[in-house]
Nanobody, 123 residues
Framework: QVQLVESGGGLVQAGGSLRLSCAAS????????MGWFRQVPGKEREFVAA????????RYADSVKGRFTISRDNAKNTVYLQMNSLKPEDTAVYYCAQSKVYGSTVPSDYNYWGQGTQVTVSS
């Protein structure tokens, strides 16, 4: 069983930055791809970013490309999402997830999910 715990969310003004962390336990973290998704009430969960098991390849949604950076530290079993130049439309609950398939934008390809952390960007 895998447990994923996100942290680092909060309230920030537009143009500001936040760094989300996702700590993993259970199965061998370094063997799996990781992803970040976000969701607002009434909408489907939206892909944000993904990173391959080694950290050597990443993928981003067009809406965050150039502003967000996904990274991982396999020694610490942790994946990060650095979010810069935040906009009000980035407001959502952010989830990390684990997958056997690198780069998928489809939530059903991810096997394990964290509980989410709220990010609110004020204008």
């Amino acid at each position: 069983q895998v447990q994923l715990v996100e942290s680092g969310g909060g309230l920030v003004q537009a143009g500001g930055s936040l760094r989300l962390s996702c700590a993993a336990s259970g199965r061998t973290f370094s063997r799996y791809a990781m992803g970040w998704f976000r969701q607002v009430p009434g909408k489907e969960r939206e892909f944000v970013a993904a990173i391959i098991w080694s950290g050597g390849s990443t993928r981003y949604a067009d809406s965050v490309k150039g502003r967000f950076t996904i990274s991982r530290d396999n020694a610490k079993n942790t994946v990060y999402l650095q979010m810069n130049s935040l906009k009000p439309e980035d407001t959502a609950v952010y989830y990390c997830a684990q997958s056997k398939v690198y780069g998928s934008t489809v939530p059903s390809d991810y096997n394990y999910w964290g509980q989410g952390t709220q990010v609110t960007v004020s204008s």
